[in-house]
């Protein structure tokens, strides 16, 4: 039985035991999606047909990623970089792009980090983490097999870091930034190659929530929208993606799909689960409190009268708690 069979299955037995994370992370691997996330975001292949970029996809020696060309799928996720000590950073996805004015058909001239955020609501801003996740691609190209060697700086390798945030605040929704470095002379006027500092790019995308589906666009963000966000069924789903982007879905991908809305219905059904649980209790709270004061008695002593399962005296009593300090 292959790994794939053994992640449905598992998904199948508890759906739990794997995140919708990780569900985002083996759909983005899938080389027709993944196609048109690099035509769009990777300015050296604006120009490309999209039907010749699965093409210029090749294995990184340096983080065990390899392209298994027969079910169009990345292998190898999360690969780790221990370079620094204490500092140890795992990536989502990492790819290996030979561009297209390479005459080498296995060379990788460009390394591609994505990273499936699922929420953009952090302590620190994401684009901090994004520019220190190139910075770390960026230093351990040194003396690997896939970077440079010694002080030949001049084989360091172009990397791109882009960053997929399915939740965050309203006010970014539908935002697709950039960030790159750029030549500014500060004096006499002289430019070097663009080729010698355009070493790192960063892109944040953060799709709509909703979107008219009636329309033609067919651009990344409403693909990542229908992908991740939609409230779809994955039998609409994949009509979508077949109809409006011509992407066929292999059966192992079919199940992702179909395994991260059935895990998204879990998270939606568990809230409401929730919700409803903290409105019982904030209930059940008040009533304990009203008759604390109508019979000067404890609340352990109410709720043994009321009989309230003792389950859920403890939050009772953290709600009575919290309400009690917050009047003080």
């Not at 998904?11 to 993944?34: F, G, M, W």
């Not at 169009?72 to 290996?96: C, H, L, R, W």
């Not at 663009?194 to 963000?221: A, R, W």
Request: hydrophobic fraction near 35%.
């Amino acid at each position: 039985m292959d790994k794939t069979t053994e992640f449905v299955e598992e998904i199948d037995r508890n759906p739990h035991n794997v995140t919708y994370d990780e569900h985002c992370k083996k759909i983005l691997c899938n080389k027709q999606i993944l196609s048109r996330i690099i035509k769009e975001c990777v300015s050296e292949f604006h120009d490309i047909p999209l039907a010749e970029i699965p093409d210029y996809i090749v294995s990184d020696p340096a983080t065990n990623m390899n392209v298994d060309k027969a079910i169009d799928q990345i292998y190898s996720m999360n690969p780790e970089d221990t370079s620094v000590f204490g500092a140890k950073v795992i990536f989502d996805i990492i790819v290996g792009i030979r561009l297209p004015n390479s005459p080498y058909k296995e060379n990788i001239d460009l390394i591609l980090n994505i990273e499936a955020q699922a929420n953009g609501n952090t302590s620190y801003p994401l684009v901090s983490r994004a520019i220190y996740y190139c910075s770390r691609l960026l230093a351990r190209q040194k003396n690997r097999p896939v970077g440079f060697q010694h002080s030949e700086y001049q084989n360091l390798k172009k990397v791109y870091s882009i960053w997929i945030v399915m939740n965050s605040k309203k006010a970014t929704e539908g935002v697709m930034n950039q960030y790159s470095i750029s030549e500014t002379c500060l004096k006499r006027a002289y430019h070097f190659p663009k080729e010698t500092y355009d070493k790192l790019t960063i892109i944040m995308i953060y799709p709509k929530s909703k979107y008219d589906m009636n329309d033609d666009k067919y651009d990344l963000m409403e693909l990542l929208h229908i992908l991740f966000k939609a409230e779809m069924t994955a039998k609409e789903k994949k009509c979508q993606l077949k109809q409006n982007y011509g992407i066929m879905m292999i059966k192992k991908t079919e199940r992702e799909v179909e395994g991260m809305c059935n895990l998204s219905q879990v998270y939606i059904d568990e809230g409401i689960k929730k919700g409803m649980m903290k409105g019982f209790i904030e209930g059940q709270s008040n009533i304990v409190m009203n008759m604390m004061k109508t019979t000067n008695k404890t609340a352990n002593e109410v709720m043994k009268m009321l009989g309230i399962d003792k389950e859920i005296q403890p939050e009772i009593n953290k709600f009575i708690n919290a309400q009690t300090n917050g009047n003080i």
